[in-house]
């Protein structure tokens, strides 16, 4: 099983990035995929979520309106769309797959988003 994330990178205050998680390993559309965030110092917080097939799907409060998950279950992936980016949404971002018989929890590894002038 893996979950592989990439588009993190530097960006300044008010531009847009796109992550993408793939996955393999695992029945992908049976699971609810999620993207995760952790600053320094600070507790990991749930940033989005999406049902299975995608017909779901949530956000913490700090970034509804601004940030947008997306998958595509014919390419086992998961993009957040990330716009109006600000200094505090700087984290580490990591991807996460919920679901399957027995209930399993998968993470990827993470990819840094810094968001800087």
């Known amino acids: 099983v893996q979950l592989v994330e990439s588009g993190g990178g530097l960006v300044q205050p008010g531009g847009s990035l796109v992550l993408s998680c793939e996955g393999s390993g695992f029945a992908f559309s049976g699971y609810a995929m999620s993207w995760y965030r952790q600053a320094p110092g600070k507790e990991r917080e749930l940033v989005a979520v999406?049902?299975?097939?995608?017909?779901?799907?949530d956000y913490g409060a700090s970034v509804k309106g601004r940030f947008s998950i997306a998958r595509d279950n014919l390419k086992n992936t998961v993009r957040l769309h990330m716009n109006t980016l600000q200094p505090e949404d700087t984290a580490v971002y990591y991807c996460?797959?919920?679901?399957?018989?027995?209930?399993?929890?998968?993470w990827g590894q993470g990819t840094q988003v810094t968001v800087s002038s």
């Open positions: 996460n797959a919920l679901g399957g018989a027995p209930y399993t929890e998968y």
């Open positions: 999406t049902s299975g097939h995608g017909d779901w799907s």
